[in-house]
């Protein structure tokens, strides 16, 4: 099943730049995105989320970009911070009716991000 | 910050043992979710409850699979006659409404069958 998408398994930056993890999806049904990020021996924490009506959600540092056209989401993390290295998963979900509900997520398999001092 | 609470941390059982997963949901969430992550594959939706009833579960919640809510805060996850390919981290879940709202996962039991 890979209708969710996260293809750099690791990404690695310098604390203070952007980071930007990306996420492909291919289930045009998809209308609700969230990101998690995981650290380990613990479960994953929700960091935000983005509705198909929006292009663009933002919380403190963190800023989620989708493009339906491309079928592709972004997180950016700015400034990036060594407390951020964990494993970012982007998710998905489709409105029920459309052969789903908002809370059967499909995952990706996750990005390791380290934040380098 | 409200939390899911999940017991054990870790759980080792043998082949075709009965094992029950147990998580405590952040209080004012009525949605209640099973998933699971097998090592080193993807994060996986196993079942969703509400009302007091499954609402949706996945092909892999077959009936050696159930979920109950005994009382008001517990929420369980039974698997009858545990198979090794059930070894997984099982995350338990909850959400305040079923749409536009994230979940919230519990820290996961680590179920280790030998």
């Known amino acids: 099943d890979q209708q969710v998408k996260q293809n750099s398994p690791s990404l690695s930056v310098q604390e203070g730049r952007i980071s930007i993890l990306n996420c492909d999806y291919t289930n045009s049904m998809f209308d609700y995105f969230l990101w998690y990020k995981k650290y380990p021996a613990e479960g994953p924490t929700f960091l935000i989320s983005?509705?198909?009506?929006?292009d663009k959600n933002e919380d403190g540092r963190f800023t989620v970009f989708l493009n339906k056209s491309a079928k592709h989401l972004s997180l950016h993390i700015v400034p990036s911070q060594p407390g951020d290295s964990a494993v970012y998963f982007c998710a998905a979900s489709k409105r029920a009716g459309s052969g789903g509900s908002n809370y059967k997520l499909t995952f990706g398999k996750g990005t390791l991000l380290t934040v380098n001092p | 910050e409200p939390e899911v609470t999940q017991t054990p941390s870790h759980q080792v059982t043998q082949m075709g043992q009965e094992v029950i997963l147990r998580c405590v949901p952040i209080s004012n969430h009525l949605y209640f979710y099973w998933y699971r992550q097998i090592l080193g594959q993807k994060v996986e939706f196993l079942v969703s409850?509400?009302?007091?009833?499954?609402?949706?579960k996945s092909e892999i919640f077959d009936d050696q699979f159930s979920v109950e809510r005994p009382d008001g805060s517990n929420f369980t996850l039974k698997i009858r006659s545990t198979k090794l390919e059930d070894s997984a981290m099982y995350f338990c879940?909850?959400?305040?409404?079923?749409?536009?709202?994230?979940?919230?996962f519990g820290n996961g039991t680590r179920l280790t069958v030998t």
């Open positions: 983005i509705s198909s009506i929006k």
């Open positions: 879940a909850s959400s305040v409404s079923q749409y536009n709202s994230p979940l919230h």
């Open positions: 409850f509400y009302n007091n009833e499954i609402s949706e």
